[in-house]
């Protein structure tokens, strides 16, 4: 749990904020602004460019990485002309064999014709089989949430299978439950709320369970994470409302009900793009832009809950410019452990220099639990 504040300190953060509301983790979060709204200030700190370049494309975005083996990091990501609707857009994939440091060149995944292949997640099962998520998206802005799958490495995949017919979306990667079954978090098309897609027989079959949507909150973008058996955390990006705050939902049955979400401390103080949540052996790690387009940080937590995050020992990961000025569009930041207290985070920049997939070393705080 972390330190609360001072009375004092509360008031001029307050101040600064214009219209704080009542409880620590808020306080702690309007803190957390203040000092990222000083443009430049990590510059001599962090990183302002990355360390590896995964891809370079015509509009790459929306990467996903996953640990799968020893040595390998895997990376899937979406490629083509622009940022909305583009007939070409297809799935790509990229594989690492020296956890991040040098890439192969990307192959194709999946890539209807006529329609935008995109927002793909992947996940190494523990047989070994790739499976990776996705949604078609086509010139009536209409989507439909998809899987496919892999049983060679990534060298060949099948024939993608539909999860729902709905207009849905994806965002986090499946993820395998102790139970043995798969659970892919997809949303419905902006504006209509998270779903949680369960098979129990391998992907064959879905069925869909609807996270709540409380006043204040719209289900969006999410990532879940089996946290115990059967108990599953989900956080969640916001589209009901614009104040950047990311919100937490849990499964206490392996994802067939969802708790109300509930908000949590930690927000995206320029704008609003999801979070990254994940466990390095014990430690809870959430990936976030603390300012979209502008920078993005590494943040852990003691509470079991995981609402209140340790804002005070926020970790800056990198800032795209050295002045702290945005760039054109970024900020899907997700990240793979690499070592005992180093994790490699990949995130898509679109920059005046280049357009390309991103890939950046961030080493933990050693006091990180």
Sequence with gaps: ????????????????????????????????????????????????????????????????????????????????????????GRVMWSASDDLGKTWAPARVVADEPGVDDRNAAVVQLPEGTFLACYNTYTKDRVSRPMVVQSKDGGATWDRP????????????????????DLLIPIYRAPGNGSLAALSPDGGKTWKLSPVPDPKGFLGDEWVVV?????????????????????????SRDGGRSWDRPVRTN??????????HFDLHGRTPVLTYADRRMVSVSMVTT????????????????????????????????????????????????????????????????????
């Excluded at 058996?229 to 614009?242: H, T």
């Excluded at 930690?266 to 979070?275: I, L, M």
């Excluded at 926020?314 to 795209?320: G, T």
Aim: overall charge positive; glycine content about 10%; proline content about 8%.
């Design 1 to 88: 749990m972390t330190t609360q504040p001072s009375r004092r300190e509360f008031l001029r953060y307050g101040a600064i904020a214009g219209a704080a509301l009542v409880g620590s983790f808020r306080a702690e979060s309007q803190a957390a602004e203040a000092e990222a709204k000083q443009p430049g200030a990590e510059s001599a700190a962090v990183k302002n460019r990355p360390d590896v370049v995964i891809y370079r494309g015509n509009y790459p975005g929306w990467p996903w990485v996953a640990r799968a083996g020893k040595e390998r990091l895997v990376c899937v990501f979406r490629d083509d002309g622009v940022h909305d609707f583009s007939p070409g």
């Design 161 to 180: 299978r539909q999860i729902a017919d709905l207009d849905a979306r994806t965002r986090g990667a499946p993820i395998g439950l102790a139970s043995g």
């Design 226 to 250: 089996e946290v115990t058996k059967e108990r599953i955390v989900g956080i969640l990006r916001n589209s009901g409302a614009g104040d950047g705050t990311f919100w937490k939902t849990e």
């Design 266 to 275: 930690v927000r995206d103080a320029r704008a609003t793009s999801p979070a």
């Design 302 to 369: 003691t509470d079991p809950e995981f609402r209140t995050w340790d804002l005070r020992r926020r970790l800056p990961c990198y800032q795209y410019r050295p002045d702290g000025g945005p760039i054109a569009d970024g900020s899907y930041p997700v990240s793979a452990a690499v070592g005992p207290h180093r994790r490699f985070i990949v995130d898509y920049e679109i920059r005046t220099e280049g357009k390309w997939i991103a890939g950046y070393f961030v080493d933990l705080p050693r006091e990180w639990p």
